[in-house]
């Protein structure tokens, strides 16, 4: 067990619908990132949050958004879906910039289906 | 913007040695990690180097070097249970992590 906790495990949803992926990160972890993993494909980065800012952005389309909350779980927000949004979606954590510490813990993902 | 290249598959017996080769393009680089991820499960962390030179952990060693953008992870002794993908991921500015497309190991009797 990595500490961080996804919710749903699984989504299943229709098309043109939105649907809220939610993360808690490791005690003590102020970074969350949030990747996409399609099938058989590598883990493509989305975005990342700092203790409540948001840090980095990768090819996140606009249809996606998140937010990293005070009490530093973070929801990932996918609206307007399409079939090729299928994809398992991962959240990690990390402890703050600068440390030694480098390791990143993933969640057990979230699979969401489109149909 | 970052970039990496792995090599998409490798296969290996039980017992061989095998080396996955990382090499990469980016900015504001801190060092290079190895993950490992079987099928249906999270990614794990392997091992990290910041420095150039050679890491090891048990059977598992990762070496970079700075000066030519590349790295990789060597896998000795292999056993059935190493057979998974192995991502190469640069960090970078904030503790950015970015993953290479992975490496898709496959170890036979």
């Known amino acids: 067990d990595s500490g961080v906790t996804q919710t749903p495990k699984h989504l299943i949803t229709a098309t043109g619908q939105r649907v809220t992926l939610r993360c808690s990160p490791r005690s003590g972890d102020l970074s969350v990132y949030w990747y996409q993993q399609s099938l058989d494909q590598g883990l493509q980065f989305l975005i990342q949050?700092?203790?409540?800012?948001?840090?980095a952005k990768g090819n996140i389309l606009e249809r996606f958004s998140a937010q990293q909350f005070p009490d530093l779980h973070s929801e990932l927000n996918l609206s307007s879906l399409e079939l090729g949004d299928s994809a398992l979606y991962f959240c990690?954590?990390?402890?703050?910039?600068?440390?030694?510490?480098?390791?990143?813990?993933f969640g057990q993902g979230t699979r969401l289906t489109v149909v | 913007g970052q970039s990496l290249e792995q090599p998409s598959e490798v296969t290996a017996v039980e017992g061989a040695i095998v080396q996955i080769n990382c090499t990469y393009q980016t900015s504001g680089f801190y060092g290079l990690s190895w993950y490992q991820q079987h099928d249906g499960g999270a990614p794990t962390f392997l091992s990290y180097n910041a420095l150039d030179g050679l890491e090891e952990t048990g059977r598992f060693s990762s070496f970079l070097s700075r000066s030519d953008s590349y790295g990789y992870l060597l896998l000795q002794e292999l056993q059935m249970k190493d057979s998974a993908s192995y991502f190469c991921a640069v960090r970078g500015g904030y503790n950015k992590l970015i993953f290479g497309a992975g490496t898709r190991l496959a170890v036979h009797p």
């Open positions: 990690a954590s990390s402890v703050s910039p600068g440390t030694e510490n480098t390791e990143a813990f």
């Open positions: 949050y700092y203790n409540g800012e948001e840090r």
